[in-house]
């Protein structure tokens, strides 16, 4: 029989749903936990942290772990972990003697079910036999995008309906999505990237140049990403003076639309499109978009430029990882872990400085958004430094068989 591998990507789709859900949904109840329980704001801060140093630390260990205990093994128990962590954060801060405490632990289960499916759901679909695989990677990065979508606006929705208070409710709802999932991933077809099923060891991969600047490369599409996904919002409070939801809606929410859009047309129409000068494009609107925010005296065109960022960050993370894999085919378990730990690391330093360089200047968010521009700048030269070596590597190949 057939193996169906339709089943695996809706599995993969939904995980990265999930972890949309796992990173989005806990700061939407920031200011809820502060007057709830009497959290300062500093302590609360805590919460993304952890959660980012996390996956940063699941990103590490899935390199190791993850080929000796097994795909769909490491698989169902992401998805048990974000299910289990998200009904433990309607649970346990009330359990507990220290709310923060109970929060604080629920965010470190559903953060190792996000790092999980953070590292294999690329691997897993690179591993299907599907044709055009840039395409489908782009597409399956799409679904993390839509996902971040629903949850701002559907989490938006419910609060008006059934009032803030009724938060826990929507914490178990969400869980939903990972507990269905379980049984996607229990019985589709999983395949492993690497022929032998092993791949690469570190040491290896770390021997090879086109490896480290894959990981220049990741580490500058996660600052590019995420400096700007999250000081949009308080880039439209500041600029036009919205309020924190419409700010929460202008910004962050309409720059996820734009970089799932991105990655949409590129998983439609990838076969047609040549990756690296797709991938250079949008470097280059990037940089524009940073330099619009940064320098524009209209308030409304520097808006403008962070939503339209999203668009040109959107392939940078998807189309890193098909690059490497397509060149390094046993690069296996670790070369993905490895990926996605450049891109948190990026995701993580990235918005800490410009939010650095921001309150140095007086607070002011444009001269932190001009620093931003050396995430595009660096990681368009990466780009030519790649094709430098792609095109040196091809002569090199030609005078041989000559």
Same mark, same amino acid.
């Given at each position: 029989?057939?193996?169906?591998?339709?089943?695996?990507?809706? +599995?993969?789709?939904?995980?990265?749903?999930?972890?949309?859900?796992?990173?989005?949904?806990?700061?939407?109840?920031?200011?809820?936990?502060?007057?709830?329980?009497?959290?300062?704001?500093?302590?609360?801060?805590?919460?993304?942290?952890?959660?980012?140093?996390?996956?940063?630390?699941?990103?590490?260990?899935?390199?190791?772990?993850?080929?000796?205990?097994?795909? !769909?093994?490491?698989?169902? +128990?992401?998805?048990?972990?974000?299910?289990?962590?998200?009904?433990?954060?309607?649970?346990?801060?009330?359990?507990?003697?220290?709310?923060?405490?109970?929060?604080?632990?629920?965010?470190? %289960?559903?953060?190792?079910?996000?790092?999980?499916?953070?590292?294999?759901?690329?691997?897993?679909?690179?591993?299907?036999?599907?044709?055009?695989?840039?395409?489908?990677?782009?597409?399956?990065?799409?679904?993390? *995008?839509?996902?971040?979508?629903?949850?701002?606006?559907?989490?938006?929705?419910?609060?008006?309906?059934?009032?803030?208070?009724?938060?826990?409710?929507?914490? *178990?709802?969400?869980? +939903? $999505?990972?507990?269905?999932?379980?049984?996607?991933?229990?019985?589709?077809?999983?395949?492993?990237?690497?022929?032998?099923?092993?791949?690469? #060891? $570190?040491? !290896?991969?770390?021997?090879?140049?086109?490896?480290?600047?894959?990981?220049?490369?990741?580490?500058?599409?996660?600052?590019?990403?995420?400096?700007?996904?999250?000081?949009?919002?308080?880039?439209?409070?500041?600029?036009?003076?919205?309020? #924190?939801?419409?700010?929460?809606?202008?910004?962050?929410?309409?720059?996820?639309?734009?970089?799932?859009?991105?990655?949409?047309?590129?998983?439609?129409?990838?076969?047609?499109?040549?990756?690296?000068?797709?991938?250079?494009?949008?470097?280059?609107?990037?940089?524009?978009?940073?330099?619009?925010?940064?320098?524009?005296?209209?308030? %409304?065109?520097?808006?403008?430029?962070?939503?339209?960022?999203?668009?040109?960050?959107?392939?940078?993370?998807?189309?890193?990882?098909?690059? *490497?894999?397509?060149?390094?085919?046993?690069?296996?378990?670790?070369?993905? +872990?490895?990926?996605?730990?450049?891109?948190?690391?990026?995701?993580?330093?990235?918005?800490?400085?410009?939010?650095?360089?921001?309150?140095?200047?007086?607070?002011?968010?444009?001269?932190?958004?001009?620093?931003?521009?050396?995430?595009?700048?660096?990681?368009?030269?990466?780009?030519?430094?790649?094709? $430098?070596?792609?095109?040196? #590597?091809?002569?090199?190949?030609?005078?041989?068989?000559?």
């Amino acid at each position: 029989m057939s193996k169906n591998y339709k089943k695996t990507l809706t +599995a993969c789709y939904l995980g990265f749903i999930t972890q949309a859900i796992a990173a989005n949904f806990a700061p939407l109840l920031f200011l809820k936990f502060h007057q709830d329980y009497q959290i300062p704001l500093g302590k609360i801060a805590l919460i993304s942290t952890v959660f980012f140093l996390t996956q940063l630390i699941v990103d590490i260990l899935c390199s190791y772990f993850a080929d000796r205990i097994g795909y !769909r093994n490491c698989a169902v +128990a992401s998805e048990l972990c974000s299910a289990m962590g998200l009904i433990g954060l309607a649970f346990l801060p009330d359990l507990l003697p220290h709310p923060l405490t109970g929060i604080i632990l629920s965010v470190v %289960v559903y953060a190792v079910g996000s790092g999980l499916i953070e590292v294999l759901g690329s691997p897993i679909v690179e591993a299907c036999p599907f044709d055009h695989k840039e395409a489908a990677m782009s597409l399956l990065h799409s679904f993390y *995008c839509w996902g971040s979508v629903g949850v701002i606006l559907l989490s938006t929705v419910f609060f008006a309906v059934f009032g803030i208070g009724s938060w826990k409710w929507l914490a *178990c709802i969400w869980a +939903a $999505i990972p507990l269905y999932n379980i049984y996607n991933f229990a019985t589709c077809p999983i395949e492993h990237p690497a022929a032998d099923g092993k791949g690469m #060891k $570190i040491s !290896r991969l770390l021997r090879v140049p086109l490896f480290w600047i894959s990981l220049i490369l990741m580490v500058c599409a996660g600052a590019s990403e995420l400096s700007m996904a999250q000081w949009a919002s308080a880039y439209a409070e500041s600029a036009l003076g919205l309020s #924190k939801a419409m700010g929460d809606l202008t910004g962050p929410c309409l720059f996820a639309v734009t970089m799932g859009i991105s990655r949409v047309i590129f998983g439609k129409y990838g076969d047609r499109l040549d990756l690296m000068k797709y991938m250079t494009g949008s470097g280059c609107l990037c940089l524009l978009c940073y330099i619009s925010a940064s320098l524009s005296s209209n308030p %409304v065109l520097g808006l403008v430029g962070c939503i339209l960022c999203g668009f040109s960050v959107g392939i940078m993370w998807p189309g890193t990882i098909s690059i *490497c894999s397509g060149r390094l085919p046993g690069g296996g378990t670790a070369m993905f +872990a490895l990926l996605a730990m450049a891109g948190d690391l990026g995701g993580a330093f990235g918005p800490g400085l410009v939010g650095a360089i921001t309150q140095n200047a007086g607070n002011d968010l444009r001269k932190g958004m001009m620093v931003g521009c050396l995430f595009p700048l660096v990681l368009i030269l990466s780009l030519f430094m790649l094709k $430098i070596t792609r095109n040196g #590597k091809d002569m090199q190949n030609k005078s041989s068989s000559a």
